[in-house]
């Protein structure tokens, strides 16, 4: 992870940008995550994690939306709210992998 994401869980941040800036850095922490469980530095089983990717990846792959991905904008709606709560209820395994990282000195 480069400085910069690093730096934005320390910074309080409001509004639509920070919830992005946010977003985005929990990907990357999730992506990063994956990795280091896959190649097994990471011992912890992110069971929610890997539950909230399969109902997350399920739902963006239906063709069936709440919200028609053919309105333009408004049918992305649905989807950027599947992937608030994929990564809301992976939360739990995200900080415990952040705590993790924070002991053990790795830098991704």
């Keep these: 992870m480069n400085g910069e994401l690093a730096a934005c869980e320390h910074v309080q941040m409001h509004g639509p940008i920070g919830f992005f800036t946010r ?3 929990d990907a990357v922490d999730t992506l990063a995550m994956m990795w280091d469980w896959f190649a097994g ?5 992110p069971m929610r994690l890997f539950a909230a990717f399969a109902i997350g990846a399920a739902y963006l792959a239906s063709p069936i939306d709440i919200v028609p991905d053919v309105i333009p904008f408004a049918g992305w709606i ?3 709210m599947i992937l608030t709560a994929v990564v809301r209820l992976a939360r739990f395994d995200l900080e415990r992998y952040r705590r993790w990282k924070a002991e053990t000195g790795r830098i991704s």
């Design 23 to 25: 977003l985005v850095a």
């Design 41 to 45: 530095r990471f011992n912890w089983q």
């Design 78 to 80: 649905d989807d950027i």
